[in-house]
């Protein structure tokens, strides 16, 4: 019974976790981490104690009390009826007693996600608390859960005594029902002695039977309450691109057409964040995109990667809809380098493959650190590319480097690099800009988007677009932007008085 409930446990925590995962991921932009871990964990325990007790009990002692019932009947209906009449009483405070128990069990659980939301909020970034000071505001907030969660228990410690109450004075009500009516049917002759010993017999298993089956309705009701967000996330469908069988090129070349696009967040509807953008991208340039904070440049890429679909336009790949192509045969052909460098707990060298969709070998992966500026540093770790690591052990530009190195490694036809060398000194920018244009000399055809605030960055690129909320107000190369002395000579100005300072 136990192995048959530990496997049923696993197996709803991992469909669960399938339906997370290929949710759409603005579905990310609503839910919380820390409630989303919190339904994995302890929802789906609490869940395991219906599969191990709660439905066994239920059954074997619904056998006991039909028995009980069946027994009584043959030896005098009248008596039984009796017995069922305090059954039936002990059955309706149930029904409003466990109504509220499923009530209580899904808000505890509810307000044990939210607490454990904030504490994973606070710890994450626990080195802003503790320079900032704010760790006793964390820990009010954090508190104020607690205080939450205290008083449903409470208030469910009250309703539990109700109910036991309830149970010990109908039962000894029991007792007395059966004394004094069975008292009355020996003397008048109607029962022998014999038969009222089976019946107050009988009817302690009746009771005792209703009493465990109602107990164990109630942890069933507890369970049901706080698994209730389980049930909705399982029915849950997965995003669209993850069901759709789309179309797979050949040979993708890497011509990128963005043809009347908007978008504006699903959460933020009224506030448009891409208005009408229309360009194009052809096979084997290196285009850049710079504007200032908020202009959009980050979500244009999301569109690409399709991680958003544009709100109305349509962004092509080789002229075909995005929407229409193998988002995961398209995403095995991008490299992505992302804002925030995050690594998974892993080695280093599983961290630089991580994802790569071909057979790959030490010293493809040392050549791609290389490229990345990463393989000295990584050498000189305790265990070279196998030190196991975090997000908090290597700096934040290491942690870029790697990040480079990982979409070097993949070989894709279409780089997107969305601040490449924001953590790095100006020895590493130097070197990596020289990788990342040293593409266009491949004989590969390979599309390079570079997103981008240090504007040394990109000055070599053959098209840099400039963005100013959410439109493209200027388009052209270095020489051709600095001559129209527009928001990019305005830019570049400054940060070329910043370097000179």
Same mark, same amino acid.
């Given at each position: 019974?136990?192995?048959?409930?530990? $496997?049923?446990?696993?197996?709803?925590?991992?469909?669960?976790?399938?339906?997370?995962?290929?949710?759409?991921?603005?579905?990310?932009?609503?839910?919380?981490?820390?409630?989303?871990?919190?339904?994995?964990?302890?929802?789906?325990?609490? @869940?395991?104690?219906?599969?191990?007790?709660?439905? %066994?009990?239920?059954?074997?002692?619904?056998?006991?009390?039909?028995?009980?019932?069946?027994?009584?009947?043959?030896?005098?209906?009248?008596?039984?009826?009796?017995?069922?009449?305090?059954?039936?009483?002990?059955?309706?405070?149930?029904?409003?007693?466990?109504?509220?128990?499923?009530?209580?069990?899904?808000?505890? %659980?509810?307000?044990?996600?939210?607490?454990?939301?904030?504490?994973?909020?606070?710890?994450?970034?626990?080195?802003?608390?503790?320079?900032?000071?704010?760790?006793?505001?964390?820990?009010?907030?954090?508190?104020?859960?607690?205080?939450?969660?205290? &008083?449903?228990?409470?208030?469910?410690?009250?309703?539990?005594?109700?109910?036991? @109450?309830?149970?010990?004075?109908?039962?000894?009500?029991?007792?007395?029902?059966?004394?004094?009516?069975?008292? $009355? +049917?020996?003397?008048?002759?109607?029962?022998?002695?014999?038969?009222?010993?089976?019946?107050?017999? =009988?009817?302690?298993?009746?009771?005792?039977?209703?009493?465990?089956?109602?107990?164990?309705?109630?942890?069933?009701?507890?369970?049901?309450?706080?698994?209730?967000?389980? &049930?909705?996330?399982?029915?849950?469908?997965?995003?669209?691109?993850?069901?759709?069988?789309?179309?797979?090129?050949?040979?993708?070349?890497?011509?990128?057409?963005?043809?009347?696009?908007?978008?504006? =967040?699903?959460?933020?509807? $009224? $506030?448009?964040?891409?208005? !009408?953008?229309?360009?194009?991208?052809?096979?084997?340039?290196?285009?850049?995109?710079?504007?200032?904070?908020?202009?959009?440049?980050?979500?244009?890429?999301?569109?690409?990667?399709?991680?958003?679909?544009?709100?109305?336009?349509?962004?092509?790949?080789?002229?075909?809809?995005?929407?229409?192509?193998?988002?995961?045969?398209?995403?095995?052909?991008?490299?992505?380098?992302?804002?925030? !460098?995050?690594?998974?707990?892993?080695?280093?060298?599983?961290?630089?493959?991580?994802?790569?969709?071909?057979?790959?070998?030490?010293?493809?992966?040392?050549?791609?650190?290389?490229?990345?500026?990463? !393989?000295?540093?990584?050498?000189?770790?305790?265990?070279?590319?196998?030190?196991?690591?975090?997000?908090?052990?290597?700096?934040?530009?290491?942690?870029?480097?790697?990040?480079?190195?990982?979409?070097?490694?993949?070989?894709?036809?279409?780089?997107?690099?969305?601040?490449?060398? +924001?953590?790095?000194?100006?020895?590493?920018?130097?070197?990596?800009?020289?990788?990342? =244009?040293?593409?266009?000399?491949?004989?590969?055809?390979?599309?390079?988007?570079?997103?981008?605030?240090?504007?040394?960055?990109?000055?070599?690129?053959?098209?840099?677009?400039?963005?100013?909320?959410? %439109?493209?107000?200027?388009?052209?190369?270095?020489?051709?932007?600095?001559?129209?002395?527009?928001?990019?000579?305005?830019?570049?100005?400054?940060?070329?008085?910043?370097?000179?300072?």
């Amino acid at each position: 019974m136990f192995y048959f409930r530990d $496997m049923q446990v696993k197996r709803l925590r991992e469909n669960l976790y399938a339906t997370i995962l290929f949710q759409d991921i603005s579905y990310f932009d609503k839910e919380k981490v820390g409630t989303l871990t919190s339904r994995l964990a302890a929802d789906c325990q609490r @869940l395991s104690h219906v599969i191990g007790n709660d439905l %066994q009990l239920i059954l074997r002692n619904t056998f006991q009390g039909t028995g009980a019932i069946i027994n009584l009947l043959a030896l005098s209906w009248p008596l039984a009826l009796s017995a069922l009449m305090i059954c039936a009483v002990l059955s309706a405070i149930f029904l409003v007693y466990g109504r509220y128990q499923r009530k209580a069990a899904r808000l505890t %659980q509810d307000f044990t996600a939210c607490a454990n939301d904030v504490a994973q909020e606070t710890l994450s970034l626990i080195r802003i608390v503790q320079v900032y000071g704010t760790g006793k505001e964390e820990f009010e907030r954090y508190n104020q859960w607690l205080q939450k969660l205290a &008083f449903i228990s409470v208030r469910e410690s009250v309703g539990n005594g109700f109910w036991n @109450l309830s149970f010990n004075t109908l039962y000894r009500s029991t007792q007395i029902v059966a004394v004094i009516f069975g008292g $009355m +049917s020996v003397l008048s002759c109607r029962v022998t002695a014999e038969q009222l010993t089976k019946y107050v017999l =009988y009817c302690e298993w009746l009771i005792y039977a209703a009493w465990r089956v109602t107990n164990s309705l109630s942890s069933l009701l507890q369970s049901i309450g706080a698994s209730e967000q389980i &049930f909705q996330l399982m029915n849950l469908l997965p995003c669209d691109q993850f069901l759709v069988k789309g179309i797979k090129l050949q040979r993708l070349i890497g011509h990128i057409q963005f043809v009347n696009v908007s978008f504006q =967040y699903p959460a933020r509807s $009224m $506030m448009p964040v891409l208005d !009408h953008l229309n360009f194009s991208v052809k096979p084997n340039q290196v285009i850049a995109i710079v504007g200032l904070s908020g202009s959009g440049k980050s979500t244009l890429i999301n569109l690409l990667l399709r991680l958003y679909e544009p709100s109305s336009g349509q962004i092509c790949i080789d002229g075909i809809p995005l929407k229409e192509l193998d988002i995961r045969w398209l995403r095995q052909n991008i490299g992505y380098v992302s804002q925030e !460098h995050h690594i998974f707990h892993m080695d280093i060298k599983s961290n630089i493959k991580y994802g790569c969709p071909r057979n790959i070998n030490q010293g493809d992966v040392e050549q791609a650190a290389k490229l990345a500026y990463a !393989h000295d540093f990584i050498s000189s770790l305790p265990n070279g590319y196998e030190t196991l690591v975090d997000d908090n052990v290597l700096s934040g530009g290491q942690k870029q480097r790697i990040a480079i190195a990982r979409a070097i490694l993949r070989d894709p036809v279409i780089m997107i690099l969305d601040e490449p060398t +924001s953590a790095l000194d100006s020895e590493s920018e130097h070197y990596i800009k020289e990788v990342l =244009y040293a593409f266009k000399n491949e004989s590969k055809s390979r599309t390079t988007i570079i997103i981008a605030h240090r504007l040394s960055t990109v000055k070599a690129a053959d098209r840099i677009i400039v963005m100013d909320n959410g %439109q493209i107000i200027e388009m052209g190369n270095h020489e051709e932007l600095i001559v129209k002395n527009g928001l990019y000579a305005k830019l570049n100005k400054f940060q070329a008085d910043i370097v000179v300072t």
